[in-house]
């Protein structure tokens, strides 16, 4: 059975591979299409050695260095391919302008189509590939490598069009027309996949802003606590619900009548236990941090206490 590691360890070699075959065929074509996707791959391949690392990372338990956990690593590394694609693709526009400015560029078409027929098939096997592994891979780091080989799909399919077209120009004595498909490919490209890096990275960004997930997430993970306290009385719940990635942290305070103030610590376990067995059950993997509070200020949305507050008088 595939790994998480084994999947993107996959991803990142065949991202050197299409990007080294990338480089040496826009060398000898003139491409500027061709190169802006060898780019594309090569720094991809980059990102991937440290999307490797932080798999290995994440699986690791909060300790004195990071007392939170390493779990805002996986949207951090998204966001840094989001960015890369980005990055990547508005260069590459603005010399396709600059390009089509200047008349064009000459372009071998031949050997441009089969690169193109090529990076096609090749990078849609790729994407099959790993498609099929997140069937049984639960992963937002492949999920991220899986959005950037839609994007190399859809580079490859868009080059064998054109390339099509500007052997077709060339054809038929049309050369100054087929020197313009080039830089307008380019544009092309990078205008109809702009948005996948822009939803990458937006939604990396919020991970790491900690915004809340969907609000039936939050609405399921309530329910759940709800429905796991059973009988115990309490004045209100307070939920907060944040998913840096693939595992799902959950606070909950429980304000509890001033009756239920003295609730035994067995009790109290037994409540915690079956309220994350319940949240497991649904949203696994959990963090589940449950604090039963008298104390609403406590328990209620705050911006941090900045004074000494009321004494809380001790138990006897």
């Not at 720094?43 to 007392?67: E, K, M, W, Y």
């Amino acid at each position: 059975m595939a790994s998480e590691r084994g999947l993107l360890g996959v991803s990142g070699a065949a991202a050197l591979a299409i990007g080294v075959v990338a480089l040496f065929t826009a060398l000898a074509t003139g491409s500027g299409a061709i190169l802006v996707d060898s780019a594309f791959n090569l720094c991809f391949f980059g990102t991937a050695l440290l999307t490797l690392r932080v798999a290995t990372l994440v699986g690791r338990p909060d300790d004195a260095r990071f007392p939170f956990g390493y779990l805002h690593l996986e949207p951090l590394v998204n966001m840094v391919k989001g960015l890369l694609i980005l990055g990547v693709g508005l260069i590459a526009l603005i010399d396709a302008a600059f390009s089509i400015y200047r008349g064009g560029n000459q372009l071998s078409a031949g050997l441009a189509l089969a690169y193109a027929a090529f990076a096609t098939a090749f990078c849609a096997g790729v994407l099959v590939v790993l498609r099929r592994g997140r069937r049984r891979v639960k992963s937002p780091l492949l999920d991220g490598d899986i959005d950037n080989w839609l994007v190399n799909v859809a580079i490859s399919l868009g080059m064998l069009a054109a390339f099509c077209l500007a052997l077709l120009l060339q054809r038929v004595a049309k050369d100054q027309a087929a020197r313009y498909v080039d830089p307008v490919l380019v544009s092309l490209v990078v205008v109809l996949t702009i948005g996948v890096p822009v939803r990458m990275t937006r939604g990396a960004l919020m991970g790491l802003l900690k915004r809340a997930p969907d609000e039936a997430v939050t609405r399921s993970v309530e329910r759940l606590i709800r429905g796991s306290l059973g009988g115990q009385r309490m004045r209100a719940l307070y939920v907060r619900v944040a998913r840096p990635g693939r595992t799902t942290y959950v606070l909950a305070h429980v304000l509890l009548d001033e009756a239920e103030g003295a609730l035994e610590v067995r009790r109290a376990d037994a409540l915690r236990r079956a309220a994350v067995d319940a949240l497991v059950a649904a949203h696994a993997p959990v963090i589940a941090d449950i604090v039963f509070t008298t104390v609403e200020s406590f328990a209620a949305p705050t911006v941090g206490f900045a004074a000494a507050s009321s004494p809380v008088e001790p138990v006897a």
